[in-house]
């Protein structure tokens, strides 16, 4: 491919397909200038952890084989000059520039590098077929490949490829369809350009689904630049990498506003448990602290779950929690740093004085050293940060939405921080609300969205 700057031709192998936690084990690469061989390099790299069975049978690079061998920080310098200004090319380039950029960086280099992927190239160069793997590429082209899955090996298949495609298209071919490939922004190579390019640059929520499931939903006030995101960083996140060598194709909704989106991931990640989103993901009964009124009571605190909770009066109550364990954990946290008593918050049982108080960590309530009016403050104080804030409004309230690009108007409806639906008509009150329950991360939301100035509040009584 003389018409293409500098390249080199590379394969790994590896402990396994996790960048950040597997380790090389072997490079092998070709470079070429001005289309023409200049050299290649081989070697086996110590990956410094253990190499599993069926990586082994897989390979054929065993334990025994690397023990010796140069590890990959003895090996960067010679490796920097074999890339030196050169572009990387590899049969799904992003597994192997994802492992390079996690064994640079793991000594504080940098690693960046032009792209080309030669699955990419075959599915442009041979459009009607349906397979591009290596080995449909050595079916294809009857090539010879004695050690499959060795790096120096899979690399030459590489090099018989392009040089087989350009005997059958033409040298010409090949190298414009490279060129323009390298033009393009990096996307997997499952995934067609010009369907990327069709997702407009607007609010909306983006689903990555694999050949069957849904892999991952997001949401952004530029969709395509977003989705493009995924594909573009330092594929130093072992999620990112397992999502671009998975996904198959890309759904996506306009919403009329970000607020709308986030209603919608929040709502499809729930109901659709992607399987790569955590953060958002359905949780069990939330609960909360509710502080007595009564400073001597005993306990001060209770755990109210979201079934007992009278969301028209919020008062005394912090939280919440995804789980009655999270709960504990930072209620005895802030009574150890505030000096709060073990016993009345339930903390502890028995009689006498706290365990904490023998520790000179508490105050002295349970020894008669501290009010029990002033030891409740001092709670109320120390659970100001988990305060649940009383609905500011005297019943439900609409928000309108409106997305001029493609002329779209919604009302998110909202009562006691629920979300009770989204219409396109403040009318259309009964378009099939549901009785909802409440979900902190729509509380965030809101609490965010209400600061805001410029946003229109539509009283619904």
Sequence with gaps: MSMLPCY??????????????????????????????????????????????????????????????PTFPAVRDTLLDWLDNAVLCAHNVRFDYGFLKNEFKRIGITFQKKLLCTVKLSRKLYPQHEKHSLDAIIER???????????????????AFISAAMNELGEHAVQETA???????????????????AIPETCGVYLFY????????????????????????????AREMRIAQEIRRIEYRVTSGELGALLLESRLIKECQPIHNRQLRRERQLCAWLVADDPAARPLVNLIYESDMD???????????????????????????????????????????????????????????????????????ALSSYRLLAWPFGGCIGIREHNPDHDMTEVHVFDQWCHMGTVKDPQALDEA???????????????????????????LH
């Excluded at 490949?145 to 090996?153: G, L």
């Excluded at 190579?189 to 390019?197: G, M, P, Q, R, W």
């Excluded at 809101?446 to 946003?455: A, D, E």
Aim: hydrophobic share 35%; net charge neutral; aromatic share 6%.
């Design 141 to 159: 082209f009857h090539l010879v490949c004695e050690h499959r899955h060795r790096a120096m090996d899979d690399t030459e298949v590489m090099a």
């Design 8 to 69: 080199v031709l590379l394969d790994l192998e590896t402990t396994g397909t996790t960048p950040t936690s597997d380790r090389i084990t072997e490079i092998g690469l070709i470079r070429y200038e001005n289309g023409i061989e200049v050299g290649r390099w081989n070697t086996l790299i110590n990956p410094e952890v253990s190499i599993s069975p069926f990586i082994q049978r897989l390979t054929g690079i065993t334990q025994e084989m690397v023990e010796n061998a």
């Design 311 to 381: 969301w028209t009066t919020l008062e005394n109550v912090y939280g919440t929690f995804k789980t009655k364990r999270q709960a504990l954990e930072i209620l005895r946290k802030l009574a150890n740093e505030h000096g709060l008593c073990d016993k009345a918050l339930g903390l502890e049982k028995g009689t006498g004085v706290c365990f904490s108080h023998q520790l000179e960590r508490c105050k002295g309530l349970c020894a008669g050293k501290e009010l029990a009016e002033l030891h409740r403050l001092r709670l109320l104080t």
């Design 179 to 197: 060129l323009a490939l390298l033009k393009q922004q990096a996307i997997p190579a499952s995934l067609d350009h010009l369907e990327i390019n």
């Design 210 to 237: 694999g050949d069957s499931a849904l892999l991952y939903v997001g949401k952004s006030v530029t969709l395509r630049s977003r989705v493009l995101g995924h594909f573009q960083g330092d594929h130093s996140s």
């Design 433 to 459: 609300f549901c009785h909802p329950r409440f979900d902190r991360d729509t509380y965030r939301y809101l609490l965010k969205f209400l600061k805001k100035r410029n946003i229109e509040i539509i009283k």
